[in-house]
């Protein structure tokens, strides 16, 4: 996998491509963005692309060591992440121990920290202390989707790079290429993951197509009030997680008709393929009715959590 493998994180990936190319590569960056959206992807490329043996501003795929980072293999790739609650401080003397010594193949030691604001403060301020005294073979890369949640003094340490959601049109694509989807499948799949791919192909593992069609299909003939679609989601549904997944369609219905009530448009739409009902149903569906059944919704699934 190279850069050219990532889809839709082109600013992120310029800056990568830019200190590579200038061999200008700051000691620590933060990736911080929402999930599923190619922060930790992007960080392994990164590191393939730092030890390549081609020496170029991307990974050839092809030498020993992009083979070996590929494979998990490289003595010089560390990944470290949370064991149970948070990253714990002995994982983060650990790392310090072996960056005392150069790295053993490559010419970067590159260490990925994956869920960074999972780190508890005693190891948020051990790796502080990293961080404040870098050397030029140690390359760290902290990854976060809540990145408010880390200690200010660590970003202020860092290279910022922010990864913004992936365009519904771009997971598609990636959808159709990467996984052979048929078009529509890949565009209601792309529509539904909320700008992220990796939450695209969680979507494409599961039963969500099935589901979808079921809640759809019912709902589309005639919106029921907010308890008579709770007691659809939960007939649809069988555990707890496919009980969340068919409150969540339910609430991208109800989102679809408050943007069409709106706009009076299907562009934006999420639901796309039921757009004539959304149309028809908006038409004599109020703004409060919509907000109450949005806010049921919510309180069920908050309370199934």
Request: charged share 25%; with cysteine.
């Amino acid at each position: 996998m190279s850069f050219s493998s990532i889809y839709g994180q082109e600013g992120p990936l310029s800056v990568l491509r830019s200190a590579l190319e200038k061999k200008r590569v700051p000691h620590s960056f933060l990736f911080y963005g929402a999930e599923g959206i190619g922060k930790r992807t992007t960080a392994l490329v990164f590191a393939k692309a730092l030890n390549c043996e081609a020496g170029g501003a991307d990974a050839c795929d092809a030498c020993t060591s992009c083979r070996k980072i590929d494979s998990g293999n490289h003595p010089d790739i560390l990944i470290l992440e949370p064991e149970g609650q948070f990253i714990k401080v002995a994982d983060i003397k650990g790392l310090q121990e072996r960056m005392r010594f150069r790295p053993l193949e490559g010419a970067r030691r590159v260490v990925i920290i994956d869920d960074a604001e999972r780190m508890n403060i005693t190891s948020a301020n051990s790796l502080l202390k990293t961080l404040e005294e870098p050397t030029p073979t140690n390359v760290f890369v902290l990854v976060s989707s809540r990145p408010h949640l880390l200690p200010l003094t660590i970003p202020s340490r860092c290279h910022r790079l922010r990864f913004n959601p992936v365009q519904r049109d771009v997971i598609a694509a990636f959808l159709e290429k990467e996984h052979a989807l048929a078009p529509d499948k890949a565009l209601i799949l792309a529509a539904s993951a909320g700008g992220s791919i990796g939450r695209a192909l969680t979507l494409h593992k599961g039963d969500y197509l099935a589901l979808r069609d079921s809640i759809l299909g019912r709902i589309s003939k005639g919106t029921p009030d907010p308890l008579g679609c709770l007691a659809l989601a939960g007939e649809l549904a069988g555990d707890r997680e496919d009980i969340q997944e068919a409150l969540d369609i339910l609430k991208t219905w109800y989102r679809d008709l408050l943007v069409f009530k709106e706009t009076g448009s299907a562009e934006a739409l999420i639901n796309r393929d039921h757009a004539g009902a959304i149309g028809r149903l908006a038409g004599f569906t109020d703004v409060e009715g919509i907000l109450r059944s949005v806010r049921a919704i919510d309180s069920a699934a908050a309370a199934i959590e």
